[in-house]
């Protein structure tokens, strides 16, 4: 929503301004539209692998919904794993065998919809719980195995808007492509007209004003937008790797998720007292 706030802004301080002395007519010059648009998504095009391509265009559609990780979302994370720690403490690790194989059906995830749909982030709890119960690695394995994956995901996570960032990067240029284009035009008609000639010309610098305003003005929020995104998004696998270390660790399930809690970001982190009372909550 606020990009869209952003981007009426932003046209009314550019061509809005512009349209209080001058002419609008004078702006719409469909050939440098074309231009600069045929110029950017070549770019864009012959830049990425088509996967790379694939994602930067799927990442579009999330900048205009509401961050699914919020304050709500944490408190549910934290309670769920405090229940998954709490049954393994009193039951045994082999206890959350069939939850961890078949998540839709457990009645610990079922209750955290939530979580439940977040699929990346599911694989990845379930997969160190299922090498947990099943495997002799030490903390300090589990550790580095987990930086390195929270690694890939974050390098994938980021490359929409690394992507974006340069079709930004790369726009001014083009606009000076199609300007000079113009100034080649209008020098190859220095017959015609002063009258004909300004319109050329001033035709010939709307490729260097689009240039710049798609880069600045609509790409550079995009890729903005898709950082801000990537690093909310990994914040989560950060929380669940120092849940489950500090449970190897052999801590209580209680300190385990305030570990986890400490991680946040301070705009999504849920107080001590909120978290506390929610897992009472949920044990009655």
Not at 23 to 44: D, K, N, Q, R
Not at 140 to 153: A, G, K, R, S
Not at 264 to 270: E, I, N, Q, V, W
Request: hydrophobic fraction near 50%; include cysteine.
């Amino acid at each position: 929503m606020l990009l869209i706030v952003g981007y009426v802004i932003i046209l009314a301080a550019s061509v809005g301004t512009y349209a209080v002395h001058g002419s609008l007519a004078a702006l719409f010059v469909p050939m440098e539209y074309l231009a600069i648009v045929g110029l950017t998504l070549g770019g864009l095009v012959a830049s990425n692998s088509s996967r790379k391509f694939k994602a930067a265009l799927a990442a579009l559609p999330t900048i205009f919904k509401p961050s699914r990780y919020t304050k709500v979302f944490y408190v549910e994370l934290l309670a769920m794993l405090f229940e998954l720690l709490s049954k393994v403490r009193k039951e045994g690790l082999m206890s959350i065998e069939n939850d961890i194989e078949n998540p839709e059906a457990s009645p610990i995830f079922s209750k955290y919809p939530a979580f439940l749909g977040d699929h990346h982030a599911l694989e990845f709890l379930t997969d160190y719980l299922r090498m947990m119960v099943g495997g002799n690695l030490n903390a300090f394995e589990l550790e580095n195995l987990m930086d390195v994956e929270i690694e890939t995901h974050h390098t994938e996570a980021h490359a929409p808007a690394h992507i974006w960032a340069k079709v930004g990067d790369a726009t001014p240029a083009f606009g000076i492509v199609v300007a000079v284009m113009g100034v080649v035009n209008v020098m190859g008609s220095v017959g015609e007209p002063p009258a004909v000639l300004g319109k050329m010309i001033g035709g010939a610098l709307v490729g260097t004003f689009l240039g710049i305003l798609v880069s600045y003005g609509f790409v550079a929020p995009i890729a903005s937008q898709l950082q801000q995104r990537s690093d909310e998004g990994g914040k989560v696998y950060d929380c669940m790797k120092v849940v489950l270390l500090a449970s190897m660790s052999g801590y209580a399930p209680q300190v385990a998720v305030e570990f986890g809690r400490k991680v946040l970001f301070s705009y999504d982190r849920p107080g001590f007292l909120e978290l506390e009372e929610e897992i009472k909550g949920r044990k009655k």
